[in-house]
């Protein structure tokens, strides 16, 4: 579905992503765990257009898409869940919704999948005319990727959904990934927390400086005595 090939990165002359490659089939769920500063949000980015590669290509169900703006890319059926959330604080939780449907005009589908959104999420739809930015982080996150969704995606790559969330939460969010995945959505994922990265895997890469360091399957890394000490807390 997704293919990405020798792409390089570059923030000024400062060479973010060196040369890295990896696939995401259809209907899994791939994980890129790393550090801090790894690389990993960028190539997130210029996935969804909105950083551009220096060198290398992007290939998404067999057309190439880097060279694309984000609007197209959106077309083409993926949809980004960026880290921090990234949503408009002073929109209430349905108008966030309806900003994701701004490539539609099929209004009684978008009543629809925002419906849906409301049955998958009955928290957003008690608080669907609140302001975004009084939800709580957990239901903010929950927001985010609810606005993900409506652009009906076959990809969804997500960053950090996780990220300064408490446990409960945290556990509650790799359920609604779940979930997301078995509707048939297959998904791209970043997170720092690798436990939960790589049990929801199919498939991971380890990434560090820029660089692709290790691949395998969810048993082989979460087996792995570097990726155990790295990353998993010995």
Known sequence: MLEVKNIVVHY?????????????????VVSLIGSNGAGKTTVL????????????????????IDKLPPQEIVKAGIAHCPEGRRLFPQMSVLDNLRTAAFLRNDKEEIKKDIDEVFQRFPIL???????AGTLSGGEQQMLAIARALISR????????????????????????????????????LVEQNAQLALKLADRG?????????LEGNNKELLSNGYVKKAYLGG
């Open 205 to 213: 890469y380890v990434m560090e400086v820029g660089k692709i360091t």
């Open 153 to 188: 995606p076959a990809l969804l790559i997500m960053d950090e959904p996780s990220l300064g969330l408490a446990p409960l939460i945290v556990k509650e969010i790799g359920v609604i990934i779940r979930d997301i995945h078995k509707r048939g959505v297959t998904i791209l």
């Open 125 to 131: 739809g008690k608080r669907q005319q609140q302001y």
């Open 45 to 64: 980015r210029t996935i969804s257009g909105l950083k551009k590669s220096t060198a290398g290509e992007i290939w998404f169900n067999g057309k190439r």
């Open 12 to 28: 000024e002359k400062a060479e973010a992503v060196k040369g890295i490659s990896f696939q995401v089939e259809e209907g899994t």
